[in-house]
C-alpha cells in the first residue's frame, strides 16, 4: 500500500494523520491485506454461518420461580438516594 491509498483511506476515515504516522501505517496496512487475501484463500464452504460470535451462550441469570422472590420497586426505591416517577434517578453523567 502507497503512501497516497494511506491518505485516501485516512481522509475517508477522517483521520489527521502525520507525515510519520502515515509512513508508518502503509507497510502495517499492507501486511493486514494480505492477511487478509490469505483468509479468502480459505474454504469455508461446509461452515455454517454465524451471525454473532456469541451465539451459542445461553442466559446465565437465576430464574426466579416465585413472585415472591423478586424485588419490590418499593423496597429498591427507598435505598435510592433520589427517585422520581418509580425510577432511580442519578446525577447526570453528561453535563
Not at 464452504?45 to 420461580?65: G, W, Y
Request: glycine content about 0%; hydrophobic content about 35%; proline content about 2%.
Amino acid at each position: 500500500m502507497d503512501i497516497q491509498e494511506v491518505k485516501k483511506i485516512a481522509n475517508l476515515a477522517k483521520l489527521n494523520l502525520t507525515d510519520d504516522e502515515i509512513t508508518k501505517f502503509a507497510p502495517q496496512l499492507s501486511e493486514i491485506l494480505t492477511y487478509v487475501k490469505k483468509l479468502e484463500e480459505v474454504n469455508t464452504e461446509n461452515v455454517t454461518p454465524t451471525l454473532h460470535a456469541t451465539s451459542d451462550l445461553k442466559n446465565r441469570f437465576q430464574v426466579l420461580e416465585k413472585d415472591s422472590e423478586k424485588v419490590k420497586t418499593a423496597d429498591l426505591l427507598k435505598n435510592a438516594k433520589f427517585s422520581k416517577d418509580n425510577y432511580v434517578q442519578t446525577e447526570a453523567v453528561f453535563k
